[in-house]
């Protein structure tokens, strides 16, 4: 016969623990909807610089500046960013980027070009540490929202080890935000930088919603008007010059974005994990009360058939 006491001591774990990822899916939204106000902030930066470089890109022939980020070197070293979280409890973020990050290591090192590490986050930084990878510098304990002084730090990196000609070519992997149940691990070329990649595109951003009264992520698409700077207007610098300053501002936003992206898509994933946590938790619950009552209801047939049996002895 089942301990009843076990059972209820079983039902009062699973309740405790249904109290915790509850707890740890609200404060994951109440994340989610910080990022959301952080874009939003850096969006005027990000647009303005755009109608800058858009103009400079009106008046200057990208392809004929000879500037050391946009130099294409012969790729004999590949330097890759790889962003991932400090903590775990997020479903297979983690574990999603890593793996797209140590094939991409592989497809290097088959076509016999060499590669080095910078990884952002405690979950790269063991796992690759752990297996002996070629580790060029290493970022742990950033802010769960990520902001414009890290990218900094983390531009100048990758500044100095393509300037140095320590990479011929730096590729970022980080985790795609897509919606609150997708997301998905892409490779971005950060340098050398192309006229192309400096093409203006539009942006998207993240909201979080509730329907239903659940939370539910979504992307909305911003267009982004570009306007030129007026013809007449007068550059009090040689604008090759003003392009040299403007660049490593474009690549420390290039990174801020990913870094935004990225913890996106750790929050949605820790918010979806915890759901599912919560329901798992609910459903245990239901199984086990029931379990309790069966034992409950059989124990006190027991009794009854004991005593029944005893008065009959009599």
Known sequence: MPNLKAIRDRIQSVKNTKKITEAMRLVAAAKVRRAQEQVNATRPFADNLAEVLYSLQARLSFEDIDLPLFQQREVKTVGLVVITADRGLCGGYNTNVIRRAENRAKELAAEGINYKFVLIGRKAIQYFENRNAPIDKTYAGLEQIPSAAEAASIGDEVLSL?????????????????????????????????????????????????????????????????????????????????????????????????????????????????????????????????????????????????????????
Do not use: C, H, W
């Not at 590729?171 to 892409?186: A, G, N």
């Open 162 to 314: 393509f300037l140095s000609e320590t990479v011929d070519r730096v590729e970022l992997i980080y985790t795609k935000f897509v919606s609150l149940i997708s997301s998905r691990p892409v490779i971005q070329t950060l340098l050398p930088l192309t006229a192309q990649g400096l093409e203006v595109k539009d942006d998207e951003i993240f909201r979080l919603t509730t329907r239903g009264g659940s939370f539910s992520v979504e992307r909305e698409t911003v267009s982004n008007e570009v306007e030129s700077l007026p013809q007449y207007t007068i550059f009090e610098q040689d604008p090759v010059q003003i392009l040299d300053a403007l660049l490593p501002l474009y690549l420390n936003n290039q990174l801020l974005r990913a870094l935004q992206e990225s913890a996106a898509s750790e929050l949605a994933a820790r918010m979806t994990a915890m759901n599912n946590a919560s329901e798992n938790a609910s459903e245990l619950m239901k199984t086990l009360t029931l379990s309790y009552n069966k034992a409950r209801q059989a124990a006190i047939t027991q009794e009854l058939l004991e005593v029944v049996a005893g008065a009959n002895a009599l």
